[in-house]
């Protein structure tokens, strides 16, 4: 599971035509009051280049994201980390790279602080409103050469961010995503109040730092969605009405021999609840809450 590789990224996914210049970077809620996300996870993209199972692989897990596209059009998609196995390129390229792209809205986080992703992204109930109703937070949980680990400053530029948006906004709920899960999805998972697949075990940050207890506690986070460990796909409560999810593993590169698919969610105007469930490469939906 140490790959090069970890930050995510976030692609807006256009339909047909790109959206007005102005409207390009900003995420709002559709006409029918919805919004929806497909996650992406472990891609690992580059495993043998020069054989041919190694491109086939890729192909094999381009054909799954362009069918939950196809199935799902979501209007943002997040990927959480493990898009590449290999690469020639340093994680600030790679970042600098996808941001080159007129729908990438991935972002470069501030400077004084450990990781390169750590950033946020405003959603707003239509595109003529001022205040944003959803906040969604990036957090950059290392890996490769890097420790497997969100910081102790990382969690403090957090809690400082979340805190400012409340002071200016009131509270407004968020999700956050990342891609190594922490120390508390340890022994989180209870078959009678989870739902999902629970075939892997938890290889969480090299750390403890109480990720999740801070997310309900600043920054009134509804859910968190990791990847990393790819024979799971499961949701559990946690303390404070937090959903704590994996996605389902994407690529066909990596380990293990699961059915791929993707996690689907979807917040509406009209209530503070995510809903979420799983697409999967074949066209059914599993997993759903």
Avoid at 16 to 34: D, H, Q, R
Avoid at 168 to 197: A, K, R
Avoid at 242 to 270: K, N, Q
Wanted: glycine share 10%; with cysteine.
């Amino acid at each position: 599971k140490r790959m090069q590789h970890h930050f995510a990224c976030v692609i807006l996914f256009a339909l047909a035509l790109a959206p007005k210049e102005n409207e390009s970077k900003k995420l709002c809620f559709n006409s029918n009051g919805k919004f929806k996300i497909a996650q992406f996870a472990d891609l690992h993209f580059g495993e043998g280049e020069n054989t041919t199972w190694g491109p086939q692989q890729d192909a094999n897990s381009t054909r799954v994201m362009e069918n939950v596209l196809k199935w799902e059009q979501p209007d943002v998609v997040i990927y959480t980390g493990d898009d590449l196995s290999v690469s020639s390129g340093t994680r600030k390229e790679l970042l600098k790279f996808d941001t080159s792209y007129p729908l990438s809205l991935s972002k470069f986080g501030p400077d004084g602080i450990h990781g390169l992703t750590n950033y946020y992204l405003t959603l707003y109930n239509n595109c003529n409103a001022q205040n944003p109703s959803w906040i969604l937070y990036f957090l950059d949980s290392g890996g490769g050469t890097y420790p497997e680990l969100v910081y102790d400053d990382q969690i403090d530029w957090f809690k400082n961010v979340s805190s400012e948006i409340k002071h200016i906004y009131g509270s407004i709920p968020s999700l956050t995503f990342l891609h190594i899960p922490s120390t508390e999805y340890e022994n989180l998972y209870q078959q009678s109040l989870c739902f999902g697949m629970d075939d892997d075990d938890v290889s969480p940050q090299i750390n403890p730092n109480q990720l999740l207890t801070v997310l309900t506690a600043f920054g009134n986070t509804k859910a968190v969605f990791v990847g990393h460990d790819h024979g799971n796909d499961w949701c559990c409560p946690f303390a404070g009405g937090l959903m704590v999810c994996y996605g389902r593993h994407t690529g066909y590169g990596g380990y293990g021999d699961w059915a791929r698919g993707s996690r689907i969610i979807e917040l509406s105007t009209d209530t503070l609840s995510v809903k979420t469930y799983v697409r999967m490469e074949d066209g059914s939906i599993i997993d759903g809450n």
